[in-house]
């Protein structure tokens, strides 16, 4: 797969966009994020319906299958991961860091990642996803993320994200692109590593999305995520969140905070 690294235009777009640029409004018609506003239903019904059958998706190094539901309402299928924690071949994998992920996205109110949970599927324990309909992945769109300020936000906010849980893992394949704006994160089993240093080099962050960050206490993280990763987890989390801070603070005092916090 492309690394995030690996494609500089990706953090040319993020970094040079219009400092007010704004997505289209959270649960709009046209918007590809369908589970806003229906998240507890949809969770249910993720945990719940029945799976008719199994198939290979076909992508993704985890090799993840998609699962058909029955009844088909309010989502007909799902990505099912069975990752036990661990280093299979010598890379974090846990099903738990994707419901993690998605547990921090609510409490921050993000709304980027599809709504996940634990399930059991022919006896065995993984993450249940979302399938998201209505989107392409950067790397089916040629493996550049969409250029111009429309798509600033949502790419601060994705960068920031990745910061505080420290995914590694970030590339073409895991960026889903909705309408004019709208960013859709999948794919977190990589996710809340132990390592304390930051995968993407802070420039700018988005100012809604860090002000949500910074005011999370230590128990809110705790009770966020403590059911999905471990303590060591959580407190490399809040180490980066801390590492992002004192960044933040160095370039506020040299750029000046509008230039580094964008609203």
Not at 56 to 67: E, F, L, M, W
Not at 107 to 125: D, F, K, Q
Not at 212 to 234: E, H, K
Request: charged share 25%; aromatic share 6%; with cysteine.
């Amino acid at each position: 797969m492309t690394r995030l690294s690996r494609v500089p235009l990706w953090f040319l777009a993020c970094f040079t966009a219009t400092l007010h640029a704004q997505a289209p409004a959270t649960g709009s018609a046209d918007s590809a994020r369908t589970w806003v506003g229906l998240e507890a239903r949809i969770e249910a019904h993720l945990k719940n319906a029945e799976v008719v059958r199994l198939e290979d998706i076909g992508t993704g190094v985890t090799k993840p299958r998609r699962a058909y539901l029955r009844p088909a309402d309010p989502v007909g299928s799902l990505v099912w991961k069975m990752l036990p924690p661990g280093r299979p071949a010598g890379y974090w994998e846990s099903y738990k860091s994707e419901i993690a992920a998605y547990e921090l996205d609510k409490r921050l109110n993000l709304r980027m990642i599809p709504p996940a949970v634990e399930r059991l599927v022919n006896g065995e324990a993984g993450a249940a996803v979302m399938w998201v309909d209505g989107s392409r992945s950067v790397k089916q769109l040629g493996g550049k993320v969409p250029s111009g300020p429309i798509w600033g936000k949502a790419l601060r906010k994705m960068l920031l994200f990745d910061n505080l849980i420290g995914n590694p893992d970030r590339n073409a394949g895991n960026i889903m692109v909705g309408p004019p704006g709208e960013l859709i994160l999948i794919d977190h089993s990589r996710a809340f590593v132990t390592d304390r240093n930051l995968p993407n080099k802070v420039e700018r962050v988005d100012a809604e999305l860090w002000e949500a960050v910074m005011a999370f206490t230590r128990d809110d993280v705790s009770r966020a995520l403590r059911p999905w990763i471990d303590d060591r987890a959580i407190e490399a989390s809040l180490t980066r969140r801390k590492r992002m801070a004192a960044e933040v603070d160095k370039l506020v005092a040299k750029k000046g905070r509008a230039l580094v916090i964008v609203r």
